[in-house]
């Protein structure tokens, strides 16, 4: 079955998405999603003009060989815009192997590990209250798992709060150049720690409680929050600190028995090769799209194994529907799965681009028995939607100083 041509994809139903496809002599095609939040245009030239034409005429079975073709053939190797690129495609070959074979990805990957995969849904808001309120209405539609984010006092803007205070923040999909946010350590460890000692009080023990940092601390700083948070039981701690230097997680791990969580913005095995093999971490959380797509994230996933640490795919609202679906084969078999993010299925538009078979019910995510990845993907209708420049804020500290976002 041979590759006969390859289609890029750029559209905006209320934010961007970098859509491929990729079709066959045999009449299958399949698709992938190649969305790099704020650098889009990148992977879409890096595609079009650098691996579409070297994959035309190549067996679309050869997986393996074509995402080593891509990997190593580039000489330059890693990065986030070559490995959204090879994500894509990837994504894309898996889900025409599954079409040919007439199965869906989770039986090629082993079968099931279990029937339903557990999400963890958002709650943030302008204050505590605000975010136990919207935590509330979580768990009444059936969530067992919730991050809590809440607005820093004090502060204009914070992370996972929008700052007209109108909308969940990551789904602006309009904003031509970066806005600036402000960030204060000390303003941040006089609300967070409150926060969970609130949601306990109002909720009890048995909802699992999440929280995502951002990367705002420092690694004793970081230490001492999972320190301050070990009697409210977090499910983990998300993005405590940077890890760049792989070792700095050591400070943070010999400190607190706090659950720790890192690696959406990793491309490769090698960003958290340390961190997994030195048990500084309990949960990996690589998305299909930003680290290799679902060839890498299998490697990923087995060699985590080993090393007693889960997997929880990253489930931010920049991932498109094809990636979530990719997750959720993902999650449907790794023995090792642990937690799913989850913001929804995406808006009207969105559903409209992208129809997904996927299903949610009570807290859960079931893939269906659709050959392939389970996720169509409509030219005509995301052609109503033209790409949008759009970027990611910035962070300052409060004296002008950039810091991490
Ligand atoms: O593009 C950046 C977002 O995906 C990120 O800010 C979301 O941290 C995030 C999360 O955990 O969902
Ligand atoms: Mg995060």
Redesign the pocket.
Known sequence: MKITAIKVFVCSPGRNFVTVKIHTDAGIYGIGDATL?GREMAVVTYLEEHVAPCLIGRDAHAIEDIWQYLYKGVYWRKGAVNLAAIAAIDMALWDIKGKAAGLPVYQLLGGKSRQGVTLYAHASGENIADTLDKAAQLIDQGYKAIRLQSAIPGLPVTYGVLGDKKDYY?LQGNRPLPPEEQWSTKKYFNLVVELFKQARERFGNDIHLLH?V?SRLTPIESARLGKLLEPYDLLFL?DASIAENQDSYKIIRQHTTTPLAIG?TYNTIWDCKDLIQNQLIDYIRVAATHAGGITALRRIGDFANIYNVKTAP???P?LSPICFAAHMHLNTWAPNFGIQ?FVGLGNEQVKQIFTSTVTVSDGMAYVSEAPGLGVDFDETAAQQYPYKRSY?PVSRLEDGTLWNW
């Open positions: 939040n990551e995502d951002h998300e959406e990253h489930g931010a920049d993010e990611l």
